[in-house]
């Protein structure tokens, strides 16, 4: 008998995180890094929220509250859902959570018994991989391909669906790629999850970049296609939209009453309550008639600053990015590069247990960061079964313009200098 339980080794985590120790390792040396890894916009919580939140900690709303949320926030949230998606949303179906990322664990615990299947995109955020072998379940990734744009189809998803499944994850506007779902592809999803699963599926909406969209696209929502209401938890939250994941409020709406009283019975098992003095900032920031501008103002810099490095990656000799039509991610093929440095064949000289921990483009992720001073993140960050064919690095934008064009001209840098890479592979320190 061991110290920890089985389940302990069988979660993993979220590699944005995991890469801020060798950041900091870096600059502890002397040099600036461009953090292009974590997804945190770097503007400010817009003021008004700032100033509601100041406002209810000074009117003492700082004690327990509802363990589902707060009434008023639930309340300005079935609101929005309702206009947004034009289906009815129920302030009593709705639960709150410290973030949008505890949704993705209860979700699978409470629906998901041994051995039933759970569907999700590869590349994808990765706690939806994470958690699967965590609660005893199936992992059944869906490989989003670069020449159909990363995007997901009915005949896609199909062969992914079986009596088993039990939970599908989508995520539009996509992280890492930065796909938008039209209304037609999401029908087709829609008709393709009726026909094949049983009626008890549920489809978990992960629609936190709801906000963040460009070049005229509109966000737009599978719990709208008809009948998928009795299916759909739509989850949302304020981490993106309000430039504000240190608040950690999210949402979830359920189909039913029934189950919104489960999760609620579950925050309080875990959490107690969330925040009170933060709703209330959430619900204003839903509510106010300044929201619209300060979003606006936020995703048209994304937009340029995504043309900015879009348009600059292409530029290096071995790798291709598409541009992405929302969230402020960018997702570039880095195949080219990898093969020009001697990565692969540097990779194929590891022993096969070095292998298992890395991969083509960690070794690249890796360099640019020890040798370049640039911080990304791997393909393999955004869902590991089944990556190994796929070379890819997520780069955010989320940063300051400036140090995004030093990023981009770095990495030019970098995939010129093989013997760069001879040297630092030879080391034989940080390749995974």
């Not at 037609?184 to 999850?193: M, N, R, T």
């Amino acid at each position: 008998m061991g110290l920890f339980a089985d389940r302990a080794g069988r979660i993993d985590s979220e590699n944005a995180f995991k890469v801020g120790p060798y950041i900091r390792a870096v600059e502890a040396q002397g040099h600036d890094v461009v953090r292009c890894n974590l997804g945190e916009p770097d503007f400010p919580i817009p003021s008004f929220i700032k100033e509601e939140v100041k406002r209810q900690i000074d009117l003492d709303n700082t004690h327990y509250c509802d363990p589902q949320g707060i009434p008023s926030l639930r309340t300005a949230i079935a609101r929005q859902i309702s206009e947004t998606r034009g289906v009815p949303a129920d302030p009593e179906r709705i639960v709150v959570f410290p973030g949008a990322k505890p949704p993705i664990g209860f979700c699978q615990q409470t629906y998901c018994d041994s051995g039933d299947e759970v569907v999700y995109p590869s590349p994808g955020f990765p706690i939806y991989e994470s958690f699967i072998p965590y609660v005893g379940a199936r992992p059944v990734p869906v490989h989003l391909k670069e020449e159909n744009a990363f995007s997901l189809s009915g005949a896609e998803l199909a062969p992914c669906l079986s009596d088993k499944t039990k939970l599908i994850f989508l995520n539009f506007p996509s992280n890492p790629t930065g796909g938008v779902a039209s209304p037609e592809q999401l029908q087709e999803l829609a008709d393709v999850i009726r026909s094949r699963c049983r009626d008890d599926v549920r489809v978990f909406s992960d629609e936190v970049y709801e906000h963040i969209v460009f070049d005229g696209y509109r966000h737009h929502s599978i719990l709208a296609c008809p009948g998928m209401e009795r299916n759909t938890i739509l989850v949302g939250g304020a981490s993106k939209s309000f430039s504000w994941t240190g608040g950690r409020i999210g949402w979830a709406l359920f189909p039913t009453r029934e189950e919104a009283e489960v999760f609620k019975n579950l925050n309080i098992n875990y959490f107690s309550c969330t925040a009170a003095y933060n709703q209330e900032g959430v619900r204003l920031g839903l509510e106010s008639p300044e929201t619209p501008a300060a979003i606006r103002a936020m995703v048209d810099t994304f937009r340029l600053r995504r043309d900015l490095v879009v348009d600059g990656l292409n530029a290096i000799p071995g790798i291709r990015c598409l541009k992405p039509k929302g969230t402020f991610y960018v997702f570039p093929n880095v195949e080219g590069i990898c093969r020009n440095l001697g990565i692969f064949d540097a990779f194929a000289s590891l022993p096969p247990e070095s292998r298992q921990s890395t991969s083509p483009s960690t070794l690249l992720q890796m360099f640019l960061l020890f040798v370049h001073f640039v911080a990304t993140m791997d393909r393999k960050s955004f869902g590991r079964i089944g990556a190994e064919p796929y070379h890819y690095l997520r780069l955010s934008i989320a940063t300051e313009t400036e140090a995004l064009k030093k990023g981009v001209a770095r990495i030019a840098a970098a995939a010129k200098d093989r013997e760069g890479f001879r040297r630092f592979f030879e080391k034989g320190e940080h390749l995974y």
